[in-house]
């Protein structure tokens, strides 16, 4: 039996550094499948889009539109809500972005027309901006700093999960009872998680919330990483049917495998960058994990120039789990970069999600056009790894200003120091 006056969501969605290390669990957990739910609803459109297509009487390039308007929302609309809304306490913005969330899944499976489920679309991908965006900074807010970059893993090993199993998952229910009636189940899944957000018990007393200063210096540089990576990621990622297509022969289900090899890794790219930021720092886990990526890339390259049949599926497999593997390695030490730089927890969380999606569009467009002028899949997943050797170089640029700060006073200044002293 419940005691009474014991919370219904002991620890809730939001907590501070003072909690038992049990009820601090509890609290990410639930955020992470929160994000499970968040991150799957980005994906069921492109698993389900033929059936809307048909149902709503549009073709399936103009239905597809709806991924686009729900990346504009997640970009821009989720910054601007974040900022309105600074002052709101963390578990009140949470609730009120998955209600709302659910509400808009809710109106996408009752959509009557294409207008409708593009409307109802954007909203989805603003609520979802938000509520990343937010359960990241109450993560990574809730545990000591030592332990930042480990909970930050878990909301993005939610996110990475989401991502992999949202497609497949989406199949199947589509196939099952309906593409609206998936988006009626994930309504329901929103539902159940906005109301353990709202019943959350309220901290007694919250720090006041950093200004949303214009970012400027490291900041802008962590988000100049952020937009390079994810720029070469989705260069290769946009058109992964089509390289798997012609390196492996992978066709539908064949993508799928792929796509779940993908994802599966991911979790543990995510799980080991954030342990590698918590025992380090931000820089040397986001240093490997570029790396890791930027050789998958180029190894998928040479697969796809030198190998054929079985060698060739092999090595395509193992690219592509090293390559999901680094590339969501990237996020959790990212955010933690951020969250040391002693700004808006929520806005900067916002801003690099913003980056992250403009890189989502600059690489699908450098892709089609690598795609198109070398005629060839060698030329995408070699300019995507180009474009990570790009984001490694900054990141080699900040830990040389890192260090610049922090190096101790040469030898000449201490002199120079000595003799003004003897002087006096």
Not at 43 to 64: D, K, Y
Not at 192 to 210: D, V
Not at 258 to 266: K, S, W, Y
């Amino acid at each position: 039996m419940k005691a009474r006056g014991q919370p219904l969501f002991p620890g809730g969605f939001v907590g501070g550094r003072d909690d038992t290390g049990a009820v601090t669990g509890r609290r990410v957990a639930l955020l992470a499948l929160a994000a499970f739910v968040v991150a799957s609803d980005g994906t069921l459109v492109a698993s389900l889009l033929r059936q809307i297509a048909s149902t709503l009487s549009a073709s399936p390039s103009v239905a597809g539109q709806a991924v686009t308007v729900y990346a504009a929302g997640y970009a821009l609309g989720a910054p601007l809500i974040i900022r309105t809304a600074r002052r709101a306490p963390q578990e009140w913005l949470m609730a009120g972005a998955l209600g709302v969330f659910a509400l808009s899944n809710a109106a996408t499976g009752a959509a009557p027309s294409l207008a409708a489920l593009l409307g109802a679309r954007i909203a989805a991908g603003t609520c979802a901006g938000v509520f990343m965006a937010t359960a990241a900074a109450a993560a990574g807010g809730s545990v000591a700093p030592s332990h930042r970059g480990r909970a930050l893993a878990m909301i993005v090993g939610g996110s990475s999960a989401g991502t992999a199993f949202g497609v497949p998952l989406g199949t199947v229910a589509g196939g099952a009872i309906g593409w609206r009636s998936a988006f009626f189940g994930v309504t329901a899944f929103a539902a159940l998680a906005a109301t353990a957000a709202a019943l959350s018990p309220q901290p007694e007393s919250r720090p006041a919330p950093a200004p949303m200063a214009i970012p400027r210096g490291t900041v802008l540089l962590t988000l100049a990483t952020t937009l390079l990576w994810a720029t070469g990621s989705f260069t290769f990622f946009t058109y992964i049917g089509v390289i798997l297509h012609q390196t492996a022969s992978a066709g539908a289900s064949g993508l799928a495998g792929f796509l779940l090899v993908f994802g599966i890794a991911g979790l543990g790219g995510a799980a080991a960058a954030g342990w590698l930021a918590d025992r380090t720092s931000p820089l040397p886990a986001i240093a490997g994990a570029l790396t890791l990526t930027a050789l998958s890339l180029a190894g998928l390259g040479l697969i796809a120039a030198l190998t054929a049949g079985h060698a060739a599926v092999v090595g395509s497999v193992a690219a592509i789990a090293s390559y999901g593997f680094g590339t969501w390695a990237i996020t959790p030490p990212q955010q933690q970069r951020l969250l040391s730089s002693g700004g808006n927890d929520r806005l900067l969380l916002s801003l690099n999600a913003s980056a992250l999606y403009a890189g989502v569009g600059l690489g699908g467009a450098i892709g089609g056009m690598a795609l198109a002028l070398g005629r060839s899949v060698i030329a995408v997943c070699w300019t995507a790894a180009g474009i990570e050797l790009a984001a490694l170089a900054l990141v080699g640029w900040a830990a040389s200003r890192k260090n610049s700060r922090q190096s101790p006073p040469r030898l000449a200044d201490l002199q120079h120091l000595t003799n003004d002293s003897l002087k006096r």
